[in-house]
């Protein structure tokens, strides 16, 4: 019977040396990646808001047509999901679930009569939660 004698010359691996170079190289693109990546996540809150505000402004649209109006501002957008006690034509709902939140998981704000002559004003104030700025705490607003 023949004994097998293992070397330990012929294994291979990696040395702790090799090995905090790859963490490094990782830990540089990361830095590098990570906040133009974070950056587009914010472009595409921006871009779900204005979507889900068409949404909501098309399902006012069919609101107003069978009720002849848009629901006030004290109705808000619930309006568009459970039957007002006061309206009659209601044929909802029109919004196949909840009103949702903002991208910031804030309520949008909905007014009617809307400023500047429009039928109602429907907007988020982005991630700041304030009028005006820039980037993801820009204003994104919906009106007709």
Sequence with gaps: MKKLHFSRSNESGFT????????LIIALLAGYV????????????????ASQMKSIADALDHYRLDTGR????????????????????????????????DPWDKPYEYRTPGENGHDYD???????????????????????
Excluded: I, R
């Design 16 to 23: 702790l040396l090799e090995l905090l170079v790859v963490l």
């Design 70 to 101: 848009y629901p006030s501002t004290e109705q808000g957008l619930n309006a568009l999901v459970k039957k007002p006690a006061d309206e009659n034509k209601w044929n909802g709902p029109y919004l196949m679930k909840d009103v949702p939140n």
């Design 122 to 144: 429907l907007l988020t104030y982005g991630l700041d939660g304030k009028a005006g700025g820039t980037g993801e705490d820009a204003d994104v607003s919906y009106w007709q």
């Design 34 to 49: 990570g906040p133009k990546l974070f950056g587009e996540v914010g472009k595409a809150k921006t871009k779900t808001a």
